[in-house]
């Protein structure tokens, strides 16, 4: 979620629609954590979960590319990842580094009326991948996680035309919540 210099009250409805959704999400879960390893750079929904009351810690602006094993070294209740596999080249290596608590991702759906989000000067803010779901299930279950639940969301935006009509219909966010396997 590329949102690190947006204050809380100044939301976009899109964006603030996508933290709602994804809140939600977390507190169906059987889940209570209170120490949290968010992927990436601190952002505003990172501090939407601090005033929830969680402590979060963020791996800050490492390429989790070359350094996967950092996020091992952190004791935590819970790992959130939220539109951040899709920014890497590898997410195998950094889920299997990650430490053996229950996740809560979301990654971003392939949309066939669009391609991969690539943003022109800024090379943090590129998506290397876009998922289909089966393939995002299969990268989790080969890293060595197991899929509890899952759920798809559209990404609406106010605008005219026929991809913001789209995406009124066609799901953009896939989310999970995953456990290390037992194997």
């Not at 999400?25 to 005033?51: C, H, W, Y």
Request: hydrophobic share 45%; net charge negative; aromatic share 14%.
């Amino acid at each position: 979620m590329s949102s690190a210099s947006v204050p809380i009250d100044q939301l976009s409805p899109e964006l603030k629609r996508r933290f709602d959704r994804t809140l939600a999400f977390m507190r169906q879960s059987d889940v209570a954590p209170s120490k949290i390893l968010d992927l990436g750079p601190d952002n505003t929904f990172a501090e939407i979960l601090r005033l929830e009351g969680y402590e979060v810690l963020n791996t800050g602006m490492v390429d989790l590319d070359l350094e996967p094993e950092m996020v091992s070294s952190f004791d935590v209740d819970c790992i959130t990842s939220f539109e951040i596999f899709e920014h890497l080249l590898a997410p195998f290596s950094v889920l299997r580094a990650l430490p053996r608590v229950p996740m809560f991702s979301t990654v971003p759906l392939a949309l066939w009326f669009a391609s991969a989000y690539r943003h022109p000067s800024d090379e943090w803010d590129r998506h290397y991948h876009e998922f289909e779901d089966w393939q995002f299930d299969w990268l989790l279950e080969k890293s060595g996680w197991s899929i509890i639940r899952s759920e798809q969301w559209t990404a609406p935006i106010s605008k005219l035309g026929v991809r913001p009509v789209l995406r009124r219909f066609w799901p953009r966010y896939y989310a999970v919540e995953a456990v290390p396997a037992s194997n």
